[in-house]
């Protein structure tokens, strides 16, 4: 079982940056990938980025690369999405989720969700 927490969420001018963080419980995070969603209003929930276990492949979306960059900390059981660039077609809110072996790009193979956190980037 892994239990996820997002944070960092919040209302941003277009332009601007803002790190989200996703802290796991459980002793077995670094075995597990990790995956970054989110969801506007009236649309479906969309793959952003992921990474591995090991955090040696990561993995974007066309619509947010070279903008964001995931990244992991295995000793403090966190996964990160630092979103620089922000557009306001990005206002959504985002999910991490986490899945066992590898990491994927689609969300129904994902098996544990955070509550998720909302964006906003204002024009």
């Known amino acids: 079982q892994v239990q996820l927490v997002e944070s960092g969420g919040g209302l941003v001018q277009a332009g601007g940056s803002l790190t989200l963080s996703c802290a796991a419980s459980?002793?077995?995070?670094?075995?597990?990938?990790m995956g970054w969603f989110r969801q506007a209003p009236g649309k479906e929930r969309e793959f952003v980025a992921a990474i591995g276990w090991s955090a040696s492949n990561t993995y974007y979306a066309d619509s947010v690369k070279g903008r964001f960059t995931i990244s992991r900390d295995n000793a403090k059981n966190t996964v990160y999405l630092q979103m620089n660039s922000l557009k306001p077609e990005d206002t959504a809110v985002y999910y991490c989720?986490?899945?066992?072996?590898?990491?994927?790009?689609?969300?129904?193979?994902?098996?544990?969700w955070g509550q998720g956190t909302q964006v906003t980037v204002s024009s």
């Open positions: 989720a986490a899945r066992s072996p590898i990491a994927t790009m689609r969300y129904y193979e994902y098996d544990y």
């Open positions: 459980g002793r077995t995070f670094s075995s597990y990938a």
